[in-house]
């Protein structure tokens, strides 16, 4: 069981840059959300897809923040142009439906210079 | 909406010693609540929940937690720290959704444990 995998684990890039952070849910789990961890703000959801169907994205900041969930084993959230202000852990969490245990990914760190 | 509150933001404990970590939330219905531990550069790793039934709960690691819905509380509870729970942890309370739980999280609570 290699459990919910996120790539890269470090980002760093400048203001203005697309930055595309990746995650593959376990196996069999049908629901994946996307956190985003800063001193400021805590652990914030972003977004979260049932079936691969976003079902509630109202924690997105902003436009500049977009998310995908093309097939059961692969999701991607994007920023585009990145700012500062984006810097923080993004955590992926995946879940089966019928259960109640949300597993977590390792998370990305991202600093946006 | 639904919210969490933790009101330590640090604590420190000696080795040994028991630990009370405080966690209040604020739902209209039942609510679903878990404790979440953090060690750094980790994700989180889930210590305990609560449904419903017993309001004593144990979880992994030695750790238990009993929910009082009269003072809307979920404090997690160590009878003996060992110098390996020093981290952040989190409560949260989950609001089912059709996809499972969709989880409002505390602001965390980081222990240091002196030896």
């Known amino acids: 069981d290699a459990g919910v995998i996120q790539s890269p684990r470090h980002e760093v890039t400048e203001m203005g840059q697309e930055v595309t952070l990746r995650c593959k849910p376990i196996?069999?789990?049908?629901?994946l959300f996307w956190y985003r961890q800063t001193m400021m703000r805590g652990l914030e959801l972003l977004i979260y897809?049932?079936?691969?169907?976003?079902?509630?994205d109202s924690g997105m900041p902003e436009d500049r923040f977009s998310a995908k969930m093309p097939n059961a084993s692969f999701s991607t959230l994007k920023i585009q142009p990145s700012e500062p202000r984006d810097s923080a852990v993004y955590f992926c969490a995946s879940i089966i439906t019928s259960g109640n245990e949300q597993f977590f990914g390792p998370g990305t760190r991202l600093t946006v210079l | 909406a639904q919210s969490v509150t933790q009101p330590d933001i640090h604590i420190t404990v000696s080795e040994g010693a028991s630990l009370e970590l405080r966690c209040n939330y604020s739902y209209g219905a039942t609510p679903y609540l878990f404790w979440y531990v953090q060690s750094p550069g980790q994700g989180l790793q889930l210590l305990l929940k609560y449904f419903s039934g017993d309001t004593l709960v144990q979880g992994i690691k030695g750790f238990e937690a009993e929910f009082k819905r009269s003072q809307s509380s979920f404090n997690l509870r160590k009878p003996s720290v060992h110098w390996s729970d020093a981290a952040e942890y989190f409560c949260?309370?989950?609001?089912?959704?059709?996809?499972?739980?969709?989880?409002?999280f505390g602001t965390g609570t980081q222990l240091k444990v002196e030896l």
């Open positions: 897809f049932n079936n691969n169907v976003p079902i509630d």
């Open positions: 949260a309370v989950g609001v089912p959704t059709g996809g499972g739980n969709k989880l409002t």
């Open positions: 196996s069999g789990h049908n629901s």
